[in-house]
């Protein structure tokens, strides 16, 4: 039960973490709004690839990864 409001907890603080990122980055390229998609292109794709790594890292140091 702890563990259910330990996650509840975290989630409901990081959950406008996006969100606020996407208005940061549009006020920061509000004078070349096209800009906008291709920074979410390789925000979008850079987290891919750090969720890919890490998946690799945590495979590495576990005992239960074949």
């Given at each position: 039960m702890l563990l259910?409001?330990?996650?509840?907890?975290?989630?409901?603080?990081s959950s406008p973490a996006l969100p606020l990122?996407?208005?940061?980055?549009?006020?920061?390229?509000k004078d070349n709004p096209q800009e906008f998609g291709k920074i979410r292109l390789f925000a979008s794709v850079?987290?891919?690839?750090?969720?890919?790594?890490?998946?690799?890292?945590?495979?590495?140091i576990s005992s239960n990864c074949p």
């Open positions: 259910l409001l330990l996650i509840a907890l975290g989630e409901f603080f990122a996407d208005a940061a980055t549009l006020s920061a390229t850079g987290w891919g690839l750090a969720m890919f790594v890490m998946g690799i890292g945590e495979c590495a």
